[in-house]
């Protein structure tokens, strides 16, 4: 997802390069600014959402192994 603002970047088109389509030639930027957007802000959802999930794992794998060893003296 981090990579796809700079891939739009090589979409842009200037007024001349449009040619007979310079009618949607703002709404195609608008488009592309969204996407550009959009996509930057779910890169760091989920660089966010990689972080928690490590973090659970993290704490799943300690408290597993506080328990094993707890349950290991019972005997």
């Known amino acids: 997802m981090a990579r796809i603002p700079s891939m ?3 979409l842009r088109l200037s007024r001349v390069e449009a040619g007979p389509f310079q009618v949607i030639f703002d709404a195609y930027g608008q488009v592309l600014d969204q996407v550009s957007a959009r996509s930057s802000e ?3 959802a989920m660089a966010e959402f990689a972080n928690t999930l490590r973090s ?3 704490t799943y794998d300690e408290e597993e192994a506080a328990g094993v060893h707890r349950m290991s003296n019972i005997y």
């Open 8 to 10: 739009v970047d090589v």
């Open 42 to 44: 779910a890169a760091t």
């Open 56 to 58: 659970v794992a993290n």
